[in-house]
C-alpha cells in the first residue's frame, strides 16, 4: 500500500499523479474504518481528499500553514502528517481529536472547531510573517457553508484591501453547509460555479481580492495546477474549487445533510451501528411540539443560524413550516437580531441552535434583544456536561454566560411536561426575552406549572429539614438520587427544589429556608465559576448558612468520560452523602 509509506508530507512529494489517485483511494478505506467504528464528521473529510492532497504536494507545510475552518476536513490531512496509526489502527483511535490541534502535530496551527475563523486566523499569520519578515506561504481552507459567518466576511474585507501580500484563500465550494445553503453569497457561488468563475458578479473581487475558479475540486492533477500558480503569490488570491461532499460513498454523495456527520455506522447498508432504542427524547418532544406549534399558531416562526437539526427540523420538516421557518446561514448574531426584529413587531419567533454557537451571538442578545426587552424566545440543545465533549463544543459555560445579562430570563426546564409548558408560556408572552436549556439527560415526567409569569419562584418538590438541596434542569434528578440516598443513610429527609430560574434568585425561599435548615446544596449543569450555585451563596454570605456549590470546573475538557468527571467532581448521591455528613 502507498499509506504505509507516508509517514510526512515530504513522502507526498516523491509521488505520481496515478500513485496520489490510488493514494486517495486508500486514504478514503482509512477514513472508512475510523468512521465505521466510532463516527465522526464524513461529507466534508471525504469530499476534501483530493484537495488535501494537492496541497501537500504542492506546499512545504509546516513551513507554509494551512489553517482550516472548522477543521472538520483535517481528517487527511492529519493522516498525511504523521497521525495515520489514529484512523488504521483501531487501538489508537484516541490519539486523534477531531479537529486540527497544535498538541498533536507542528503541522497544525490551533485547536478548531468553530466555523467562519480560518480566514480570520490565517490572516494574522499572514500578518505576523509579514512583521517578521518572512516568505511562506499562508493558506486558509474554508467552505461547508462557513462564508456566511460574520468573521468570514469580515476577515475577506481586511484581506482584499489591507494585506497586499502573499495570502491564499481555497474556498471548498460542495454546494452544502450542514443542511442547504442559504443567502446571497451562496447564490453568487452557485452563479460563478454555472459559468466556471467568469460571472461579471463576483463578490470575491469585489472585497478586492485576485480570484480563480477550478471546477474540477476532485481531481488531483487539475488541483496541482491550480495551486503551483497561486503558490509564491505576492497578494492575496481566492482559489474557488468545486468538490462533492461525501465522495466516494454513494450513500453521502445522494444525501449530504445526513452524512454531515455520522454515528458508527455498517458500511453496506449505512445503518447505525448504535442504537438508543427507541425511547422518548427531549430532540423529539422538541419536534413534535415546533410542527403543532406552527399549525395552530400562524404568528409562530423558527429562525434557525443553519442548525434545524439541533432540533430535529430534517427536511420534511422544514418543508412543513414553509414561511414560518427561516435559516439565516452560519450567522447568530444575524439570526438573534432578526428574532428581535420578529418580536418587536408582534409575531413570535424561537431561536434554535447549539450552546456553544450561541456564544457568537452574546452581544446581540445583550444589545439587540436584552436592552430593548424584545420577547424572543431562545432554545439551546447540547448544554450539558454529557452532550458535546470535545474541547471546542462544550456546552457547560453557558449557564455562566448568560445567566448574568439582565432582562434575560433563563429557563432550565426538570422534565419533559415543564419543558414543553416553558415553551408554551416563552413562545406567547411579551414580557421577557427567555432561553430555554433542553434537557441532556433521560426524557422525565413530573406534573408542571403552566404559567412562569411569577420571575423567579422557585419550586419546593419536597419539603424536608436541616438540608435544601437546589437541583437545576437536568440537575434535579441528581438532586432527587441524593435527597433519597441522605434519608436512607443519615434518618431524615432532605428539602428538594427545583428552581426552574437560573437567572435570578427566589430570596423569598432562601431566606425561609434559614429558619430549619443548615446547609444548602446547589447542583448545576455548567461551571461554578459566574453560575447559578454561586449568587446563592453569595446571597447566604454574611448569615450563618453553609452552601455547598457543585457543578463543572473553569476548565476546557475535552474529550473525557462524562460518568468519570462526575465522579472525580463530587456529584453522585453517594459522595454527596459523605459530605452532607461533616455539616450535618
Not at 212 to 237: C, M, Q, R, W
Amino acid at each position: 500500500m502507498i499509506l504505509d509509506k507516508i509517514n510526512s508530507p515530504a513522502d507526498v512529494k516523491n509521488l505520481s499523479v496515478n500513485d496520489m489517485e490510488r493514494l486517495a483511494d486508500e486514504i478514503r478505506e482509512a477514513l472508512f474504518n475510523r468512521l465505521t467504528k466510532i463516527g465522526g464528521h464524513f461529507g466534508p473529510n471525504f469530499g476534501f481528499v483530493e484537495a488535501t492532497i494537492a496541497m501537500h504536494y504542492v506546499f512545504n507545510s509546516p513551513t507554509d500553514k494551512f489553517v482550516f475552518d472548522v477543521s472538520h476536513q483535517s481528517y487527511t490531512h492529519k493522516i498525511l502528517t504523521g497521525r495515520k496509526a489514529g484512523y488504521i489502527d483501531d487501538t489508537r483511535f484516541a490519539e486523534d481529536s477531531g479537529y486540527s490541534n497544535p498538541e498533536e502535530s507542528q503541522h497544525d496551527f490551533f485547536n478548531i472547531g468553530h466555523t467562519s475563523t480560518s480566514v480570520a486566523l490565517a490572516l494574522g499569520l499572514a500578518k505576523g510573517r509579514d512583521i517578521l519578515g518572512r516568505k511562506e506561504n499562508i493558506v486558509a481552507v474554508i467552505g461547508d457553508g462557513s462564508l456566511s459567518g460574520g468573521e468570514a466576511m469580515e476577515a475577506l474585507n481586511v484581506a482584499g484591501s489591507e494585506l497586499g501580500s502573499n495570502f491564499i484563500i481555497i474556498v471548498n465550494d460542495n454546494e452544502q453547509a450542514i443542511a442547504e445553503t442559504h443567502g446571497g453569497i451562496y447564490q453568487n457561488l452557485k452563479e460563478l460555479r454555472n459559468s466556471n468563475g467568469k460571472a461579471q458578479n463576483n463578490w470575491f473581487r469585489a472585497f478586492g481580492l485576485d480570484y480563480i475558479y477550478e471546477e474540477n475540486g476532485n481531481d488531483i492533477a487539475s488541483l496541482i495546477k491550480v495551486f503551483e500558480k497561486v503558490k509564491d503569490s505576492t497578494h492575496p488570491v481566492v482559489v474557488h474549487i468545486h468538490t462533492q461532499k461525501g465522495k466516494g460513498y454513494r450513500l453521502a454523495e445522494e444525501n449530504r445533510e445526513a452524512w454531515h456527520w455520522c454515528l458508527p455506522f455498517d458500511r453496506a447498508t449505512g445503518k447505525p451501528t448504535v442504537h438508543f432504542g427507541g425511547k422518548e427524547t427531549y430532540s423529539n418532544i422538541t419536534t413534535k411540539y415546533i410542527l403543532d406549534k406552527a399549525k395552530k399558531d400562524k404568528d409562530f416562526i423558527v429562525v434557525s443560524p443553519a442548525m434545524p437539526m439541533s432540533v430535529g427540523l430534517g427536511i420534511n420538516e422544514r418543508a412543513q413550516l414553509g414561511r414560518q421557518y427561516i435559516d439565516t446561514g452560519i450567522a447568530e448574531e444575524a439570526a438573534v437580531a432578526i428574532a428581535s426584529g420578529i418580536a418587536t413587531n408582534g409575531a413570535k419567533p424561537l431561536v434554535v441552535t447549539n450552546m456553544t454557537f450561541l456564544q457568537r451571538a452574546y452581544d446581540q442578545i445583550s444589545q439587540d434583544v436584552c436592552i430593548n426587552n424584545a420577547p424572543v424566545t431562545m432554545l439551546m440543545n447540547f448544554t450539558a456536561f454529557d452532550g458535546l465533549t470535545d474541547v471546542t463544543h462544550l456546552g457547560i459555560f453557558g449557564l455562566a454566560a448568560f445567566t448574568n445579562i439582565p432582562n434575560l430570563v433563563v429557563l432550565c426546564p426538570s422534565s419533559a411536561e415543564e419543558y414543553v409548558n416553558m415553551l408554551d408560556w416563552s413562545i406567547d408572552q411579551k414580557e421577557h426575552p427567555v432561553l430555554i436549556l433542553i434537557p441532556g439527560n433521560a426524557v422525565a415526567h413530573r406534573a408542571a406549572d403552566k404559567s412562569f409569569s411569577n420571575i423567579n419562584k422557585y419550586k419546593v418538590e419536597q419539603q424536608g429539614e436541616k438540608v435544601a438541596i437546589i437541583a437545576l434542569g437536568d440537575f434535579y434528578q441528581k438532586g432527587e438520587e441524593a435527597a433519597a440516598a441522605i434519608e436512607k443513610e443519615l434518618g431524615f429527609k432532605p428539602t428538594l427544589i427545583n428552581p426552574r430560574f437560573a437567572s435570578g434568585l427566589d430570596k423569598e425561599l432562601l431566606d425561609n429556608l434559614k429558619s430549619r435548615h443548615s446547609l444548602v446544596i446547589t447542583l448545576e449543569d455548567g461551571i461554578v465559576d459566574g453560575g447559578f450555585g454561586e449568587k446563592i451563596a453569595s446571597y447566604y454570605g454574611p448569615s450563618d448558612m453553609k452552601v455547598i456549590n457543585l457543578g463543572l470546573e473553569k476548565k476546557f475538557y475535552d474529550r473525557y468520560n462524562p460518568q468519570q468527571l462526575l465522579e472525580s467532581l463530587g456529584i453522585t448521591a453517594e459522595k454527596i452523602v459523605e459530605r452532607v455528613k461533616k455539616f450535618v
